[in-house]
């Protein structure tokens, strides 16, 4: 698809800043922004296939009850929603009704917003980077239909960059908030672990798992940031220290930063493109004021290793919890045993099963302290990596993938390939920093290009101050995908 930039003034094209002006001035109300959206969702979702069970919940009035002068907010399917289907896009969980909202659901209520009814797709219970995992179908990419969002929140940034929604929520536990931004052209933050309650997540890894925003531009995500952040007694991994207000950061500069460029980043294998845009992106920082400095992260090379041998333990010993006994999909059977069997070898996909079976390999006797417990090492020396460096950076920029999008199939029987998609992104959430991922260019097939940004823990400031000086200078986060249903 060609990239347009034309000016559009429906309203499910607009940012949500822009929206709450308009609320604010009287000149719209919520329900003008619903119905702008239900449009837009009905006539472009057959063909993105960014939410899941649009066909029966589609119209969106029941949305729209109690809410005034709130933007809605597009969540994805495995953030629990009290009294609506929590799914994970998997079938073993079909029919699981939460009796409770997550902690960012309450706070989003909260606000004076809402949240969308309509659940985004994403790969099952998050394993992937492609959302093609799904129980529900593939999610395709709005700027080209041939191509994959990212995963495993690619429902919720294709939604975001189809203009199906304003902002939605991700989560991200090696990448799946970055990856599909930067395919998809939006913004996507991983804040820091524990700055973002997980209660009402259901978990993935628990020690990785994180929520956060996608969204149009930067000053979204910093008005999404001050309504989901905070100290959470329900969550034990949360963590009680003061939240600033992320849109005073904005404008406060960025002459002087000292900004670092790992050496592990930028290395072969890195599309020749995406090394143009993000390298054309520092130039614009530097004639800003920042300062640049090579740097090395020298653990980096283990990263994907470690990350796959811990993501997929957590992952085996929070999914031993569905076994058809107390929730969703149960399959019949003759005996208690062989309901168990059938019920998940029958209800799970297959990157579920690989996932499950390699973390269940990994803690077992015999191999767990040669697979599990080294991981746990090397992966505090990855941590201390980072620890190093923001002695004396500020932020570290990197490509947020090491290529644009891939063409749907491309990678599926390819498991090695598909999980190195996202080799610049789960260092991150290894050492629990924050990371942010934002357009910074296009290839010449018009596919999406993202760059990230890295702050040391609990400085998302930082990078919002950076991200969004880039942001005020370029007009790539103005471009929209020339997509006609």
């Known amino acids: ?126 394993f992937g980077s492609s959302t093609e995992n799904s129980s529900f179908g593939l999610t395709h990419n709005p700027w080209n239909l041939d191509y994959v969002p990212g995963g495993s929140s690619g429902g919720s940034a294709a939604a975001v960059a189809s203009d199906e929604a304003i902002w939605a929520l991700g989560s991200d536990t090696g990448g799946s908030i970055r990856q599909p931004a930067s395919f998809c052209g939006v913004v996507g933050l991983k804040p820091t672990y524990g700055r973002v309650s997980r209660y009402g997540l259901i978990a993935f890894a628990s020690s990785l798992d994180q929520i956060g925003p996608i969204t149009k531009d930067v000053r979204d995500c910093a008005l999404l940031m001050n309504i989901i952040a905070g100290y959470d007694p329900n969550d034990s991994t949360s963590v009680n220290t003061q939240v600033p207000d992320y849109t005073k950061s904005l404008n406060s500069g960025i002459k002087g930063l000292k900004i670092g460029i790992p050496k592990e980043y930028f290395v072969e294998g890195l599309d020749p493109e995406v090394n143009s845009a993000v390298k054309e992106a520092i130039n614009i920082l530097k004639k800003l004021g920042a300062d640049f400095k090579e740097v090395s992260l020298n653990h980096t090379q283990y990263a994907v290793p470690v990350y796959y041998i811990i993501a997929t333990a957590e992952a085996s010993s929070n999914l031993a919890r569905f076994d058809g006994v107390q929730y969703g999909f149960r399959s019949k059977a003759a005996n208690l045993i062989d309901m168990y069997k059938k019920t998940r070898g029958e209800a799970f996909g297959e990157e579920a099963k690989r996932r499950i079976i390699l973390g269940t390999f990994v803690l077992s006797h015999g191999y767990y302290d040669a697979y599990y417990l080294r991981a746990l090492k090397v992966r505090t020396l990855i941590k201390q990596d980072f620890d190093k460096a923001f002695q004396d950076l500020d932020c570290i920029i990197t490509p947020t993938s090491p290529s644009p999008a891939f063409k749907i199939g491309e990678r599926v029987d390819d498991p090695l390939k598909m999980y190195l998609s996202d080799i610049y992104t789960i260092s991150a959430n290894l050492a629990g920093i924050p990371g942010m991922s934002l357009p910074c260019g296009f290839t010449k097939k018009g596919l999406p290009i993202g760059m990230q940004i890295l702050a040391k823990h609990f400085d998302e400031e930082r990078i919002f101050s950076l991200s969004f000086a880039y942001e005020q200078n370029t007009e790539w986060h103005k471009m929209k995908p020339d997509f006609k249903p």
């Open 1 to 126: 698809m060609a990239i347009s930039n034309g000016v559009d003034k429906k309203l499910n094209t607009l940012t949500a800043h822009e929206l709450l002006d308009k609320l604010k001035s009287g000149g719209i109300s919520s329900e003008d922004i619903f119905s702008a959206l239900e449009k837009r969702i009905k006539e472009a979702d057959p063909k993105v296939n960014a939410y899941v069970r649009n066909q029966v919940q589609l119209p969106l009035a029941d949305n729209r009850k109690n809410i005034t002068g709130g933007v809605p907010i597009a969540i994805k399917d495995n953030i629990c929603t009290e009294g609506y289907n929590t799914e994970c896009c998997s079938k073993i969980l079909e029919g699981f009704i939460p009796p409770y909202d997550a902690t960012v659901i309450k706070k989003i209520k909260g606000s004076g917003h809402a949240f969308l009814k309509l659940k985004t797709n994403m790969d099952e219970f998050a």
